[in-house]
Structure formats: structure tokens, C-alpha cells
């Protein structure tokens, strides 16, 4: 499978810039950061849907999904409550090849995130497409787990880790910005970590 490394990491290895400002190391120590209830999804009957500014709109099941040819990520995440986590490996599918099957339309610029629960984030189109955003049910080589997503969760790891939803059921395309659930609440609109785009009004 192919294997993407995260942006950046390889080159910062070992050095402190590695973690981006106001980051620390949490080791192996992965926290749950869960807003609402936590759903419990049977894999089986779980689906993803590519929808909105698209040709094609279209829903994969956990099955269809598989078929997908796999991509991984091997590299750091980083929560805007300040823990990074180094050297992390999830496997799914890139965000791409859905991108591709459904074909989105040239007005399409930003896509809303949903997951099944009602959480929503909203990213550029540009942050989930060039080989930067999967969708993951794997980390460590397991199923991911259901406190961090599982089945399905988005994984956007060079943005703040807010904007990987867990549980992720839908990508709406759109050709505005609108904002999602952190973003109402304060958040930034992208999220760059290395930038702090931690909050509305952060450069
Ligand atoms: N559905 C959903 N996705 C979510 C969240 C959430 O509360 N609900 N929290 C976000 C935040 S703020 C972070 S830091 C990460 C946390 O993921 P983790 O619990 O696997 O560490 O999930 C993001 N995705
Ligand atoms: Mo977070």
C-alpha cells in the first residue's frame, strides 16, 4: 500500500521543531476529545457518502470501501488543546480516490464534513485533496477504535486535529465556506498547526 508521510516530518525528525508552536509530545498516550455521546456504529452498516457540488454523487458501504485501493498515513497529529502525538499510522483510503469517483464540480471549493452524530467541520477543498486526508478505519494496525472514530473516521493531519471528524458519514461539497461545530464556537475556519490557527481572528 502506498504510504504517504505526513508534511514535513521526515525532514523535522528528532529536531524540537518537529512539534509545532505550543505543542507538546503526548507519547503513546492517545486522549479521547468526544463532544457528543458517543455513537456505537456496526461496521457493517456503516456508509460513506461523497455528496453536494459533485457529477456523481455517491455512497460506499464498509465492503465497497475495501475494494478501494488502500492508503496509509504514517506521521504526527496535533489537537488544538495542545498534545501532538509523533510517528502515528492509520490506513483507509485517500480522500482522493473518492474525490475522483465523484467527481466534483469546478465550483466546488470547501467541503462540509458530517458525522453521523451531527458534528460537522468545514475545510478548503485543497486540505482533503493532493494526498493529505484519508478516510481511516485502521490505526496501529488494528480496527480503529470506536473512542477515536471507528468504524470510520476523517483524518486531516496536517490541520489541527479537530478537523478529523470521527465517525464520519458524509463530505458535502461546497462552493462557500460555512462553519462547522468548533468553527460556530470560536474555532478557526482551516486550522494550520504550524501557523496557530487555533481561534476566529488567529492570522
Ligand atoms: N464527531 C466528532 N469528531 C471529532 C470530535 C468530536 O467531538 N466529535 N472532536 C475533534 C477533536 S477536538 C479532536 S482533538 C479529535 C480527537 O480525536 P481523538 O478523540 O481520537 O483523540 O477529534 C475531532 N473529531
Ligand atoms: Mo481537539
Same mark, same amino acid.
Request: glycine share 4%.
Given at each position: 500500500?502506498?504510504?504517504t508521510r505526513g508534511f514535513g516530518s521526515g525532514r523535522r525528525r528528532g529536531r524540537p521543531e518537529r512539534l509545532p508552536p505550543g505543542q507538546y509530545d503526548t507519547g503513546r498516550d492517545w486522549p479521547v476529545l468526544t463532544a457528543e455521546? #458517543?455513537? /456505537?456504529?456496526d461496521p457493517e452498516h456503516c456508509t460513506m457518502t461523497v455528496d453536494g457540488l459533485v457529477d456523481r454523487p455517491r455512497t460506499w458501504s464498509w465492503r465497497d470501501l475495501h475494494a478501494l485501493p488502500g492508503s496509509s498515513y504514517f506521521g504526527d497529529i496535533h489537537c488544538v488543546t495542545t498534545w501532538s502525538?509523533? /510517528?502515528t499510522t492509520f490506513a483507509g483510503v485517500s480522500v482522493d480516490t473518492?474525490?475522483?469517483?465523484?467527481?466534483?464540480?469546478? $465550483?466546488?471549493? @470547501?467541503?462540509?464534513a458530517?458525522?453521523?452524530?451531527g458534528y460537522t467541520t468545514n475545510l478548503p477543498l485543497a486540505d482533503i485533496t493532493g494526498g493529505k486526508a484519508?478516510?481511516?478505519?485502521? @490505526? !496501529?494496525g488494528r480496527p480503529l477504535a470506536a473512542e477515536h472514530g471507528g468504524p470510520l473516521r476523517l483524518l486531516v493531519p496536517h490541520l489541527y486535529f479537530w478537523k478529523?471528524?470521527?465517525?464520519?458519514?458524509?463530505? $458535502?461539497?461546497?462552493? !462557500? !465556506?460555512?462553519?462547522g461545530f468548533w468553527e460556530q464556537?470560536? @474555532?478557526? /475556519?482551516?486550522? /494550520?498547526?504550524?501557523? $496557530?490557527?487555533? @481561534? #476566529?481572528?488567529d492570522p
Open positions: 500500500m502506498p504510504v455521546a #458517543q455513537p /456505537d456504529l502525538m509523533i /510517528d473518492l474525490l475522483e469517483l465523484a467527481a466534483p464540480k469546478r $465550483e466546488a471549493a @470547501y467541503v462540509m458530517h458525522s453521523t452524530t484519508w478516510i481511516a478505519w485502521e @490505526y !496501529d478529523s471528524a470521527k465517525w464520519v458519514a458524509r463530505l $458535502e461539497l461546497m462552493s !462557500d !465556506d460555512r462553519p464556537n470560536g @474555532y478557526h /475556519d482551516r486550522g /494550520d498547526p504550524w501557523l $496557530e490557527q487555533r @481561534y #476566529q481572528g
